[in-house]
Nanobody, 123 residues
Framework: QGQLVESGGGLVQPGGSLRLSCAAS????????ITWFRQAPGKEREGLVC????????YYADSAKGRFAITRNNAKNAVYLQMNRLKPEDTAVYFC????????????????RGQGTQVTVGS
């Protein structure tokens, strides 16, 4: 059974950076696209960015463009989200999700999902 585990969240000051990790197990990771989502209190879940099985990034959220970068390491079964110039409005639970081959920002189309990691941007 496939599993995803996120790590790397925490408290960071505005303007700072964080690198989130998404570790996969139990499925053929190299065949899957991985999408990062976030959920903030009182807001709708938001798809941020995806990396396909062919290593192509797809940005869904304007807020992620130019500040967030997604990479994958198939040898380590991991995907990373580098977040720079963080703002208070980036505060949310960030989680990764997987589906075969192609990206989708519809979380229901990503059957393997992690529990998430909390990111808090504040002083």
């Amino acid at each position: 059974q496939g599993q995803l585990v996120e790590s790397g969240g925490g408290l960071v000051q505005p303007g700072g950076s964080l690198r989130l990790s998404c570790a996969a197990s139990g499925f053929n990771f190299a065949l899957y696209a991985i999408t990062w989502f976030r959920q903030a209190p009182g807001k709708e879940r938001e798809g941020l960015v995806c990396i396909s099985s062919s290593d192509s990034p797809w940005y869904y959220a304007d807020s992620a463009k130019g500040r967030f970068a997604i990479t994958r390491n198939n040898a380590k079964n991991a995907v990373y989200l580098q977040m720079n110039r963080l703002k208070p409005e980036d505060t949310a639970v960030y989680f990764c999700a997987a589906r075969v081959t192609d990206c989708s920002d519809d979380v229901s189309q990503n059957p393997i999902r992690g529990q998430g990691t909390q990111v808090t941007v504040g002083s």
